[in-house]
């Protein structure tokens, strides 16, 4: 393997910077399962702030804040409904049922276009003798198409469908940064249309780890309720918090940075058939092998012979991620790597 490592698999492969690290180690902590952390609730206050919820949890995981949230909404033996390519029910190893009890059922296709009226038809009400629905949920950029933002507009729709039919409405809102700052849609906007939202502090912005879920004050306690019982019960985790903050404040404001890697990306790798850069609307981009000579495992591992590390995420798609810990040297770099490997 090359000796420098260029490492685009995920934007979760960022490690802490040095001005991150020092907020750690200044970071006032206390212990949280008391509640009295107080590096924690300033980020619960700011997320909640940022989203224009009442109240906010911090959480361990993106995974732990999903299901946290589902449980709030969705009572054990109801349903839940998603898209069938929605981490919740694809990376989540069934999570909603194994701890919730719930049962979901899913639309296809799957993707950032919403089909509406397919959505609606799904809904499930009371005296049919069947699982009855208790809430929908999106993934906000949606990762199985690469990050691709659902738009607005169809968010919107989706939201009045939902008050329509007595429903709750969730967003896995994991990368809901990167769709504000994809489309100028203020993250309070978001907020507004869903009763629950997770979003991962790892995920761009350069957290080591940690996420936060939004939703009523009165939501929020029965959800440390269930955080507790999940084994999510953290003690001078202000030091996590700490990190968070600091994402905050520095790096969400750069994300558009990454962004424009991507489209530089795709753009160099056009020419080879595998991409198309008017697809590339956040920090993602997928390659499609269908016509190259290469399979997604066979490329990824001849770009790691060359320093490149990326992913593979079907048996003819490579997904590249660049983050805050690759500069234009880097991506020049893989242009230069994928360019030889693709002619």
């Given at each position: 393997?090359?000796?420098?490592?260029?490492?685009?698999?995920?934007?979760?492969?960022?490690?802490?910077?040095?001005?991150?690290?020092?907020?750690?180690?200044?970071?006032?902590?206390?212990?949280?399962?008391?509640?009295?952390?107080?590096?924690?609730?300033?980020?619960?206050?700011?997320?909640?702030?940022?989203?224009?919820?009442?109240?906010?949890?911090?959480?361990?995981?993106?995974?732990?804040?999903?299901?946290?949230?589902?449980?709030?909404?969705?009572?054990?033996?109801?349903?839940?409904?998603?898209?069938?390519?929605?981490?919740?029910?694809?990376?989540?190893?069934?999570?909603?049922?194994?701890?919730?009890?719930?049962?979901?059922?899913?639309?296809?296709?799957?993707?950032?276009?919403?089909?509406?009226?397919?959505?609606?038809?799904?809904?499930?009400?009371?005296?049919?003798?069947?699982?009855?629905?208790?809430?929908?949920?999106?993934?906000?950029?949606?990762?199985?198409?690469?990050?691709?933002?659902?738009?607005?507009?169809?968010?919107?729709?989706?939201?009045?469908?939902?008050?329509?039919?007595?429903?709750?409405?969730?967003?896995?809102?994991?990368?809901?940064?990167?769709?504000?700052?994809?489309?100028?849609?203020?993250?309070?906007?978001?907020?507004?249309?869903?009763?629950?939202?997770?979003?991962?502090?790892?995920?761009?912005?350069?957290?080591?780890?940690?996420?936060?879920?939004?939703?009523?004050?009165?939501?929020?306690?029965?959800?440390?309720?269930?955080?507790?019982?999940?084994?999510?019960?953290?003690?001078?985790?202000?030091?996590?918090?700490?990190?968070?903050?600091?994402?905050?404040?520095?790096?969400?404001?750069?994300?558009?940075?990454?962004?424009?890697?991507?489209?530089?990306?795709?753009?160099?790798?056009?020419?080879?058939?595998?991409?198309?850069?008017?697809?590339?609307?956040?920090?993602?981009?997928?390659?499609?092998?269908?016509?190259?000579?290469?399979?997604?495992?066979?490329?990824?591992?001849?770009?790691?012979?060359?320093?490149?590390?990326?992913?593979?995420?079907?048996?003819?798609?490579?997904?590249?991620?660049?983050?805050?810990?690759?500069?234009?040297?880097?991506?020049?770099?893989?242009?230069?790597?994928f360019s030889t490997l693709l002619k």
């Amino acid at each position: 393997m090359a000796d420098v490592i260029i490492d685009l698999r995920s934007d979760t492969v960022t490690r802490p910077s040095a001005g991150m690290r020092e907020a750690m180690m200044a970071a006032e902590v206390g212990d949280d399962v008391f509640g009295d952390d107080p590096t924690v609730i300033e980020l619960e206050r700011r997320v909640a702030q940022l989203l224009g919820h009442e109240a906010a949890l911090f959480a361990p995981s993106g995974t732990m804040a999903n299901q946290i949230c589902l449980q709030t909404l969705v009572p054990p033996t109801y349903e839940l409904l998603c898209d069938v390519g929605a981490h919740i029910v694809t990376y989540e190893l069934a999570a909603a049922a194994a701890f919730g009890g719930i049962s979901t059922r899913t639309w296809t296709p799957g993707g950032s276009t919403l089909d509406l009226e397919l959505i609606e038809s799904l809904v499930m009400p009371e005296g049919f003798r069947a699982a009855v629905t208790r809430a929908i949920a999106v993934e906000q950029t949606y990762g199985r198409d690469g990050g691709t933002v659902i738009a607005y507009d169809s968010l919107a729709a989706l939201r009045r469908i939902a008050d329509r039919a007595g429903v709750a409405l969730h967003c896995d809102g994991a990368r809901i940064w990167h769709a504000s700052v994809a489309t100028g849609v203020p993250l309070d906007a978001y907020g507004a249309l869903f009763d629950t939202m997770s979003v991962c502090l790892s995920k761009g912005l350069g957290a080591p780890v940690g996420s936060v879920l939004v939703s009523s004050a009165e939501n929020i306690e029965r959800a440390r309720l269930i955080r507790k019982r999940m084994g999510g019960g953290m003690r001078q985790v202000g030091i996590l918090a700490a990190a968070g903050l600091y994402a905050l404040e520095h790096n969400l404001p750069r994300l558009d940075l990454d962004h424009a890697k991507a489209r530089r990306l795709a753009s160099a790798l056009a020419q080879y058939g595998v991409c198309d850069p008017a697809t590339v609307e956040t920090n993602m981009v997928m390659l499609d092998l269908r016509e190259a000579a290469f399979d997604g495992p066979s490329l990824a591992r001849a770009a790691s012979a060359e320093g490149i590390l990326c992913a593979a995420v079907g048996p003819r798609t490579l997904r590249l991620i660049p983050h805050l810990d690759v500069d234009d040297d880097g991506i020049d770099r893989a242009i230069e790597v994928f360019s030889t490997l693709l002619k």
